[in-house]
C-alpha cells in the first residue's frame, strides 16, 4: 500500500488545477450570469486544453485518449470538480467508457471523433418514466426489414444542446424486460429526431438539459452499441467508473474548494473582536468538513485502486457515490452557515456552490438507490464491502 | 547551444508563510514547495529558445535535498532535456551555490546560464552575479526581454524608473524578471515523457565546494502588522495630513 504520489500524479494535478484555477474559474461568473458559455470561450478552452492533452484522459491511448489509470482518472476528476460542469466538459470531455464498446465503422464514426473532441456524445438513459429505474424505459427499438425503427422520448440530457450524437437505451424485445434493452449511437440531425425543450434547473447553470424526440427514427446494425439486448449490462459494467469520477470525485473536488475558501473566510472575518475561526462552534464546523472530506477522499483512492486491480466494485462505488455526493451536501450547507448573510447573497458564489451540489444526491442514481445496492450486497454474503478479511 | 538552468524549490507562492516558535527560519514542515516562479520563467525562455532554434539540449540543475528531484521533474516536464541534481541536506547560501554551479558549468561548457533574478524565499538577488564574477563572464540581469544572435545577447533589463537594453558578449549569465515571459503548463504527453530523461546525482564534493554557511541567522520575525488607518473629513485635511504628518509631499 502506497498513497505517496509519482512526480507523474504531482504534475498532472498541478496542471489540471493551476489550468482550472487560471483559464476556466474566470469564465464561472458570466455563465452564471448568462447561462451559457459563449461559443467562441466553449472552442478557445478546448483547444488550450487539447493541446496539453488534457482532454478525454480516462480513455485509452490505442483509442487517441490519455491512457489515465482510474485512480490517475480520480486525482484529476476531483480537481474538475473545482469547476463547473459546463466547463469541464469544454475543456476536459465527457468521453463516456461505454464508447469502447464501438467495434468496426463505429470506431472511426463515434468513438474516435468522441476522444478527439471534434463530436460531442450525450448518454440518453433518462425519461419521465423511467430515472433510478433505468429499466423503466419505454422507449422501443423495433426491427423492419432489416432496420431498427427508433420510436419514444428522452429527458433531461445534459448537454444535449451542444452534442452531436447520443447513446439511447431502448428496448428491443419487451418480453425480455432488462434483458430485452440496447444501446443505439444516434446522431443528430437523422430524419425522425429533433430535440425538445430546455430545462431549466436549480444549478449547474449553463449546461442544457434536453428532451429528445424518436419519431420512427430509421437505424441499421451499424447504430447498434455493443450486443442486442445486453444494452443495460454493459451500462452497468461501465458507468460505474463514470459515477466514481464524476459524482464522487467532483464531489470531493467541490467540497475541498468550498472548505478552502471557508477557512480562509473563518481566519479574515472578525466579529466581537476575534475571528470567526475562534469560535469553537465554528471550528466544529470546520473541523467536521475536513474530516468527512478526507475520508471520503481515501474511499475514494481505494475504491479506484481496485478498478486498477481489474476488481469490479460495484456496491463500493455505491458507497462512494452516497458518501462523497452527501458529504459536499454537509460541508457545502456548513460553509454558508459560516459565511452568513454573504453566503446567501448572489456576490459571492457560495449559494451557487450550495444549488449546484443538490443534484449530486439525485442524478446517476439517487442516494437512496445506491444505499439499496450496498445493503443488497451485504445481505447476499458481501461483508467485503465493509470488512475486508470477512469470510 | 547548451543552455543551463538553475531550479531552486522554495515555499509555494500560495503559502501564507508562518515564522517558527523559536524564531530560528520559517516553518516548512507540511508546507507546499514549488520550483521558484522566476525559475520557472527561465526555464520558459530556454525552452522558447530551443524552439526558436537557438539553443539546441536544456539542462536543468537544483541543489539541496533529494525532494529537489521534484523541481528537476517539472523542468524536464515543462521540457528540459536533462536534469543534474546536487544532493545535500545543509543549507546551501548564496555563494556556495553559484561555486557549485561553476562546477557544473565547466563540466558541462554551456554557453547561456538562465535563473531566475531573485529565489522567493530569500529574495537574496545574489547567484546569478557572483556566478558572473565567479566565471567572468558578462551578465545581463533583471531581463524582461532577451534575443541572442551569433555571440551577441541583447537584453532588456528592468531597471528602477524603466527599461534599459544592453548588448552582452556570449556566453553568459541571464537572470529573469516576472515579465520576461508566461510559463507554459506540463502537458500530460510531456510530463509522461519526462520518467525517462536522464536526472544524475551530484554531491558539492563532486565540485570541490564546501557548503557550510558563512552566515548566521539571528532571529526570523514577522512584520509588523499593519497599523489602523484614519478617516479625513476634507482634501485640505488630507493635503495637511500627507505635508506635516507623513511628510511624502
Redesign the interface.
Known amino acids: 500500500m502506497d498513497f505517496r504520489f509519482s ?2 500524479q ?3 494535478v ?2 489540471v488545477r ?2 482550472i484555477a487560471s483559464e476556466l474559474a474566470p469564465l464561472e461568473d458570466e455563465i452564471e450570469q448568462t447561462g451559457a458559455l459563449r461559443p467562441e470561450l466553449a472552442r478557445a478552452v478546448f483547444e488550450k486544453s487539447k ?4 482532454y478525454g ?1 480516462n480513455i485509452p491511448e490505442e483509442h487517441g485518449g ?1 491512457g489515465l489509470s482510474a485512480l490517475d482518472t480520480m486525482l484529476c476528476e476531483e480537481q474538475f470538480g473545482h469547476t463547473t460542469d459546463i466547463l469541464i466538459r469544454r475543456a476536459f470531455g465527457n468521453v463516456y467508457e461505454v464508447l469502447l464498446a464501438c467495434q468496426g465503422p463505429q470506431v472511426d464514426r463515434w468513438l474516435k471523433p468522441a476522444v478527439s473532441g471534434e463530436r460531442v456524445c450525450s448518454i440518453a438513459f433518462t425519461e419521465p418514466g423511467a430515472g433510478s429505474d433505468a429499466a423503466g424505459i419505454r422507449t422501443r427499438a423495433r426491427r423492419e426489414n432489416g432496420k431498427w425503427i427508433l420510436s419514444g422520448m428522452k429527458h433531461f440530457i445534459s448537454d444535449g444542446a451542444f452534442s452531436d450524437f447520443f447513446v439511447v437505451t431502448a428496448i428491443t424485445d419487451p418480453d425480455k424486460g432488462h434483458r430485452g434493452i440496447s444501446m443505439f449511437l444516434v446522431d443528430k440531425g437523422t430524419k425522425g429526431f429533433t430535440v425538445g425543450r430546455d430545462q431549466p434547473m436549480m444549478g449547474i447553470r449553463g449546461t442544457s438539459h434536453l428532451e429528445l424526440h424518436f419519431d420512427d427514427v430509421e437505424l441499421t446494425d451499424e447504430h447498434l452499441l455493443g450486443v442486442e439486448g445486453q444494452g443495460l449490462k454493459l451500462a452497468l459494467s461501465v458507468l460505474g467508473r463514470v459515477r466514481l469520477a464524476q459524482v464522487a470525485a467532483r464531489s470531493v473536488g467541490k467540497a475541498t474548494k468550498i472548505l478552502n475558501m471557508t477557512v480562509d473566510y473563518a481566519n479574515d472575518r472578525h466579529q466581537f473582536g476575534q475571528s470567526l475561526g475562534d469560535f469553537q462552534m465554528v471550528q466544529q464546523m470546520l473541523a467536521d468538513s475536513a474530516i468527512e472530506i478526507n475520508a471520503a477522499r481515501t474511499a475514494l483512492w481505494e475504491c479506484a485502486d481496485q478498478i486498477d486491480s481489474g476488481l469490479d466494485p460495484r456496491a463500493k462505488i455505491s458507497m462512494l457515490k452516497v458518501q462523497a455526493s452527501e458529504t459536499l451536501g454537509r460541508v457545502v450547507d456548513r460553509s454558508m452557515q459560516i459565511f452568513g448573510g454573504m453566503g446567501f447573497s448572489k456576490d459571492l458564489p457560495i449559494e451557487r456552490y450550495y444549488r449546484d451540489a443538490r443534484i449530486y444526491r439525485i442524478f446517476d442514481g439517487a442516494s437512496e438507490i445506491h444505499r439499496g445496492v450496498v445493503a443488497k450486497a451485504m445481505l447476499k454474503g458481501g461483508k467485503s464491502v465493509y470488512d475486508p478479511w470477512a469470510a | 547551444m547548451k543552455v543551463l538552468v538553475p531550479v531552486k524549490r522554495v515555499v509555494d507562492y500560495n503559502v501564507k508563510i508562518r515564522v517558527k516558535a523559536d524564531g530560528s527560519g520559517v516553518e516548512l514542515a507540511n508546507v507546499k514547495m514549488s520550483m521558484n516562479p522566476f525559475d520557472e520563467i527561465a526555464v520558459e525562455e530556454a525552452i522558447r529558445l530551443k524552439e526558436a532554434g537557438v539553443a539546441t539540449e536544456i539542462v536543468a540543475v537544483s541543489i539541496g535535498e533529494q525532494k529537489c ?2 523541481t528537476i ?2 523542468a524536464l ?1 515543462m521540457g528540459a532535456d536533462r536534469g543534474i541534481l546536487v544532493k545535500t541536506d545543509d543549507a546551501v547560501e548564496p555563494l556556495a551555490v553559484a561555486k557549485i554551479l561553476k562546477g557544473i558549468v565547466d563540466e558541462e561548457k554551456p554557453e547561456l546560464v538562465i535563473l531566475g533574478k531573485q529565489a522567493i524565499d530569500d529574495d537574496a538577488n545574489q547567484t546569478g552575479q557572483m556566478l558572473a564574477a565567479l566565471l567572468g563572464w558578462s551578465q545581463g540581469t533583471f531581463a524582461s526581454e532577451v534575443k541572442i544572435d551569433g555571440g551577441k545577447a541583447t537584453v532588456t533589463r528592468e531597471v528602477d524608473g524603466g527599461l534599459q537594453t544592453i548588448e552582452i558578449t556570449m556566453p553568459a549569465i541571464v537572470t529573469t524578471d516576472l515579465r520576461l515571459n508566461e510559463p507554459r ?8 515523457k ?2 525517462k530523461k536522464p536526472l544524475d546525482e551530484k554531491a558539492p564534493s563532486d565540485y570541490g565546494v564546501d557548503t557550510a554557511p558563512r552566515l548566521k541567522v539571528l532571529k526570523t520575525a514577522e512584520p509588523e502588522g499593519r497599523k489602523a488607518g484614519v478617516k479625513v473629513g476634507s482634501v485640505a485635511e488630507l493635503v495637511d495630513k500627507l505635508k506635516n504628518e507623513a511628510g511624502v509631499l
Open positions: 512526480d507523474e504531482r504534475m498532472l498541478e496542471t493551476g489550468f493541446a496539453l492533452g488534457l484522459m490519455g | 528531484q521534484e521533474r517539472t516536464a503548463y506540463a502537458s500530460l504527453p510531456n510530463i509522461m519526462a520518467k
